[in-house]
Each structure stands twice: as structure tokens, then as C-alpha cells.
Nanobody
Framework: VQLQASGGGLVQAGDSLRLSCTAS????????VGWFRQAPGKEREFVAG????????AYVDSVKGRFTISRDNAKGLVYLQMNSVKPEDTAVYYC????????????????WGQGTQVTVSS
């Protein structure tokens, strides 16, 4: 599976932004996907995860109610809808996949895409 994140940019606090993770591979639909982010000088942080079917999702507490993860397996896409963004959401965002896990432990993810920068100004 090859992944590529896109959709980042410079936005103002309170704005919305949608990130996309494009995946290649005919069996993409079986892979759980996670979104992670990493700000300068900070550790990589789990943001959200979704099962292969899209039936279950998980979020870090700081984004619950603001961010929504979803996927369109027919198109090979996983989205991260970011609403009411805050300056503390500024980071490089990555999508990652693996065969059986959609939680916060980044070491369990086998496939990673290049990141996309999100910058939120106050």
C-alpha cells in the first residue's frame, strides 16, 4: 500500500480544512488507517483512526467534536475533516495504514505517506 497525504495549508483559527489520504492497492479496503501529526519539537501524536470498513473510528480527546475521519474505499481515499481549527493544531499531518489496528500506537503502522503541513494562525 502506498499512501500520500494532501490538502494542508495556511488557515485562520476557526476555519475548516479537509485533508485527503490517497492510497494505491486493490486491497486498500481491508487496511485500517490512522492520521497522525507532528509539531516541531514534539512527539508524533495520534489524531484519528478508522477501520477498513469505516464502521469504527477513534479520536484523540483534543480533536473530538471538531475533526471527523471517513473513507471512500471505492476511490481509495481517507479524509480528515478539520473544523474549528486552533493554533495548536499546527503540525505536519501524516496518514498511515496497517492490517489490523487503528489506534494510537504509531509503531504498529506499517505504511506511511509523506506529510502535509497544516498551519493555523491566531
Amino acid at each position: 500500500v502506498q499512501l500520500q497525504a494532501s490538502g494542508g495549508g495556511l488557515v485562520q483559527a476557526g476555519d475548516s480544512l479537509r485533508l485527503s489520504c490517497t492510497a494505491s492497492g486493490r486491497t486498500f479496503y481491508i487496511y485500517p488507517v490512522g492520521w497522525f501529526r507532528q509539531a516541531p519539537g514534539k512527539e508524533r501524536e495520534f489524531v484519528a483512526g478508522i477501520t477498513g470498513s469505516g464502521g469504527s473510528t477513534a479520536y484523540v480527546d483534543s480533536v473530538k467534536g471538531r475533526f471527523t475521519i471517513s473513507r471512500d474505499n471505492a476511490k481509495g481515499l481517507v479524509y480528515l475533516q478539520m473544523n474549528s481549527v486552533k493554533p495548536e493544531d499546527t503540525a505536519v499531518y501524516y496518514c498511515a495504514a496497517n492490517r489490523d489496528y487503528y489506534g494510537r500506537d504509531y509503531q504498529r503502522y506499517d505504511y506511511w505517506g509523506q506529510g502535509t503541513q497544516v498551519t493555523v494562525s491566531s
